[in-house]
């Protein structure tokens, strides 16, 4: 598939999805959204892909909305969005909801400037990875709009109201270090050994784990931030456990330990996820 402001491809069993205009810091359009979308489609379909690293080309991750059309810029993209039942859909949501529903594991690495939907963008991505020369910032209300993204729902819970609010409320730009003090990033590198590092973790999920447990794995992790109590995750846990439990993969995991080798996991995410993985609650838009 051809794409013209992404860049899409596959190595090592790790996707990495590149945001391609580097000429405008990798500045969000709807058609940057359209191929997101496409992109996670093609690594949730390719059974081959166990991990994917979204980065950003040149020196920026994403500078947020294009800004390039003026004070208008917003109302306008308000306006050329699909409308489903009669509201128009914001498109750094439409991304983060798929992104959320990936089967696969998300790793950001932020190169560099992260700013807007450059940054809740990566809110349902699993890992975010920094430069340390990273910039950060959720501006909206400094631009006289809100955080879009859904993400009034995944900030506060990455890093806890108190330190959404003041990020959000104030609207400034922070350093790298900052972020991993308040917890938004799990590591910061030097610039020339981000994606070395975001590469590393994704070669070490797809080395040594079933994809079908991870799949299971993180759709159990997200849907348990909004479980009732701990007792509704341990149903959860439960009918898992009962269904891949004596599973090939199960078989194959316990016989690669005893035998000290590496496990060749003969499950696939396409053929073989169970019935009981928990699925996002139905979209009304259709996303």
Request: aromatic fraction near 6%; glycine fraction near 10%; charged fraction near 20%.
């Amino acid at each position: 598939m051809a794409f013209t402001e992404i860049e899409y491809g596959v190595a090592d069993r790790v996707a990495t999805i590149t945001l391609n205009r580097p000429e405008r810091l990798n500045a969000f359009t709807l058609t940057m959204r359209t191929e997101l979308i496409e992109a996670f489609d093609l690594a949730d379909a390719d059974d081959d892909v166990r991990a994917v690293v979204v980065t950003g080309a040149g020196r920026a991750f994403c500078a947020g909305a294009d800004l390039g059309g003026g004070g208008g810029t917003f109302g306008r993209s308000q306006r050329e969005a699909e409308l489903v039942n009669g509201y128009p859909r914001d498109g750094g949501g439409t991304v983060a909801l798929r992104i959320a529903r990936s089967l696969k594991p998300v790793i950001a690495a932020i190169n560099g400037a992260a700013v807007g939907v450059g940054i809740t963008m990566t809110l349902p991505m699993d890992v975010r990875l920094a430069a340390d020369d990273a910039k950060l910032g959720f501006v909206f209300a400094r631009r006289g709009i809100v955080p879009e993204a859904a993400s009034s729902w995944f900030l506060p819970r990455i890093v806890g109201i108190a330190q959404a609010m003041e990020w959000a409320a104030t609207g400034r730009v922070f350093g790298a270090a900052e972020a991993l003090e308040g917890r938004l990033v799990s590591r910061v590198h030097p610039r020339e050994e981000l994606l070395p590092a975001a590469y590393a973790l994704a070669r070490e999920i797809a080395e040594n784990t079933s994809g079908v447990s991870v799949a299971a794995v993180r759709r159990l992790m997200w849907s348990g931030l909004s479980a009732s109590s701990p007792w509704e995750a341990h149903a959860a846990d439960s009918r898992l456990m009962t269904e891949l439990g004596p599973a090939a993969d199960a078989v194959e995991g316990v016989t690669a330990f005893l035998e000290k080798r590496q496990p060749a996991f003969p499950m696939s995410v396409g053929e073989d996820l169970p019935p009981g993985v928990p699925s996002w609650p139905e979209d009304p838009y259709g996303v």
